[in-house]
């Protein structure tokens, strides 16, 4: 016979300290009842929320792509999860539930109400980033912070229709409620400090958006070639990181940036793009110029591999 309080089947409890091997969000290991973190995690139907306080006195907000709106599996986490956690900088991660665009009045006014009540005021560095919906996201909810940072990859500024009328992507976004409070970049940078915003120049809409909000405190970085996944592009070539982390501690600086970028031609994405854009110019001889230097680079770094190797 049982206890009524373990339940006719009671399954084998961890050991203390111990969470069960189940599948769960990486953050659940700090936020859970039995966790080692300090923090909160809410959900609506539209958007979670999830902070985890850490170590050092920097917070990084991060907002959720259109790539992971329709994840419902049981480990999701918020953009850039591991990123924060691994250098030990809290972490206000806003999960998107749908491609609103953040058009969402309850979550508008939840953010208000964190501002009002000290919680960005309390850290001495905030950051905000995220990617395409994300950075706009950023763009926009860091004036909830004045003096916060911001690292935006291929940022829309806004999809109002009567603002930019030639944004013909998104269709769903552009459908969502852009009469709500901080719906236009263009009007929420000014306070900020330092706005880092990754786009490809030869992209025509995300260079529009970027044009849109430039200013003193907006520092572009022309991620060439990339078209709208420059995050991704960086990724590949090794970059996002040191990237990052050089943002989020407040020491990026452009030549840095095309130090490691240069790092591109080692990337085939970005030979085949070159090629592409000379060949639809009628540029034949430099098209295939291009992926001749991209050939010979693959068997220099090959030879060198090898050499190292013997």
């Not at 991060?62 to 691994?86: C, Q, T």
């Amino acid at each position: 016979m049982t206890s009524d309080d373990e339940g006719p089947e009671t399954p084998d409890r961890p050991a203390e300290g111990e969470l069960p091997d189940i599948a769960q969000p990486l953050w659940f290991s700090e936020l859970a009842p039995g966790g080692n973190g300090e923090g909160f995690f809410e959900k609506t139907t539209r958007h979670s929320l999830m902070f985890v306080r850490r170590a050092r006195p920097v917070l990084f907000v991060s907002f959720d792509n259109l790539s992971n709106v329709n994840d419902n599996g049981p480990e999701r986490g918020p953009w850039a999860y591991k990123f924060a956690r691994d250098l030990s900088v809290s972490h206000l991660g806003v999960m998107a539930h749908g491609k609103m665009w953040y058009r969402d009045a309850d979550l508008i006014a939840r953010m208000q109400r964190l501002a009002d009540d000290g919680f960005f005021a309390q850290f001495e560095r905030v950051v905000f980033s995220g990617s395409s919906m994300g950075a706009f996201a950023a763009l926009v909810f860091s004036s909830l912070s004045p003096g916060a940072h911001v690292l935006a990859f291929n940022p829309q500024s806004t999809l109002d229709a009567d603002l930019v009328p030639w944004e013909e992507r998104y269709w769903i976004g552009r459908r969502q409620d852009w009469t709500l409070p901080l719906s236009d970049a263009r009007d929420t940078l000014s306070q900020a400090a330092r706005v880092h915003v990754f786009y490809d120049p030869y992209f025509e809409p995300d260079r529009r958006h970027f044009e849109r909000i430039d200013g003193p405190n907006v520092t572009g970085y022309k991620c060439w070639f990339s078209n709208h996944k420059s995050a991704v592009f960086l990724r590949k070539i090794d970059a996002l990181k040191p990237i990052m982390t050089a943002g989020l501690l407040d020491e990026l600086a452009p030549d840095q940036f095309y130090r490691l970028y240069r790092k591109r031609r080692e990337l085939r994405w970005y030979a085949g793009a070159l090629a592409g854009h000379f060949s639809d110019r009628g540029r034949d001889a430099m098209a295939k110029r291009a992926l001749m230097n991209f050939r010979r680079l693959k068997r220099e770094r090959t030879a060198h591999q090898e050499a190292e190797n013997v």
